[in-house]
């Protein structure tokens, strides 16, 4: 049976030259036209007037399309903000990222980590031991595309998802992100909370210990928000990885386990 073709579809939403919004999936040809409208409603949710969204639909090489399966979802338990916050600092640890990249990294999400301040578009890409930037471009970041869930793995991780009340989209893309970022070989690890100041829940992520979730890395109203992909900077080929981010298409085949929610004390990660 001849696959049907798959183009990348993305939108970004800006004003004044400052990124609002941005949304990235895998369609099929039929399906083009809804996503872009979705992509449209949301370039204009919650009031935002944008000066200028962006649509971009690319045809994809089948070739190239890499299959794997979705990173383990695991959501911890805690008290508050600064509980939470230390379950970071543990779990960045264990994966091998060094204090002074993670007080780093907290330190750019809080402030907003674009060079002029405020959000930006894609991710931070830090050196695990040291935290030092390495995305080229500081004022916008290095943002992830061509990714997405099959439909099959979709239906799969919705139900799974939905078992545990995690029925925002937020938490479906931000898994099939980071089960896309976890998968370049030079990663360590992700660390990421949302820039909707409504949204307190982040995560941290990687192939070992799967999709982290936190229910607050910051104070509800606080605007800004990010990601920051740690990664081994002796073994980095920067332009590879950035190609593997930005082009390389990944379908998540297969939804991962979504396990109930848990205090770090009872959770054991391979
Ligand atoms: N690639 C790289 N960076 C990105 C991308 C991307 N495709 N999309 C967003 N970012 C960066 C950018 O700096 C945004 O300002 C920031 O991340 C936050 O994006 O319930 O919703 O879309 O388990 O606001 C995490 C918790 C939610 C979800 C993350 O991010 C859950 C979220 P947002
Ligand atoms: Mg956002």
């Known amino acids: 049976m001849k696959e049907p073709l798959l183009y990348s579809i993305r939108m970004r939403a800006s004003a004044n030259g400052r990124h ?18 979705t992509f449209i409603e949301r370039a204009l949710s919650k009031g935002a007037t944008p000066a200028k969204v962006v649509l971009t639909i690319d045809e994809i090489e089948p070739s190239e399309i890499r299959r794997v399966r979705a990173l383990d979802l695991t959501s911890l338990q805690a008290a508050d903000l600064g509980e939470c916050r230390e379950q970071v ?13 993670v007080e780093a990294a907290f330190h750019n999400l809080d402030a907003g980590p674009s060079q002029s301040g405020g959000n930006m578009r894609g991710a931070m890409i830090m050196d695990a031991a040291t935290g030092d930037r390495l995305e080229p471009d500081r004022e916008r970041g290095v943002r992830a ?19 545990h009340g ?5 938490t479906r893309e931000a898994l099939a992100l980071a089960t896309k970022v976890a998968h370049a070989p030079e990663m360590v690890a992700e660390l990421c909370w949302s820039d909707d100041p409504d949204y307190t829940a982040g995560y941290v992520a990687s192939r070992r210990i799967g999709y982290v979730r936190l229910s607050r890395l910051k104070q509800e109203g606080v605007p800004t928000g990010g ?12 332009e590879g990885l950035l190609r593997y981010l930005q ?6 085949a297969a939804a991962g386990l979504v396990r109930p929610a848990a205090s770090i004390e009872e959770v054991s990660f391979p």
């Not at 595309?145 to 078992?163: K, N, P, Q, T, V």
């Not at 995690?166 to 937020?170: G, N, P, Q």
Request: hydrophobic share 45%; charged share 35%.
């Open 20 to 37: 609002l919004s941005g949304a990235e999936r895998l369609a099929e040809r039929p399906d083009l036209a809804g996503v872009a409208r």
């Open 89 to 101: 600092r543990k779990l960045l640890a264990d994966a091998g990222v060094g204090p002074q990249a």
């Open 145 to 163: 595309s061509r990714f997405d869930w099959s439909d099959g793995a979709a239906s799969e991780i919705d139900r799974e998802l939905g078992r």
């Open 166 to 170: 995690l029925t925002h989209f937020r």
């Open 227 to 238: 990601r920051a992909f740690f990664v081994r900077r002796d073994a980095c080929d920067l």
């Open 247 to 252: 082009e390389v298409p990944v379908l998540i």
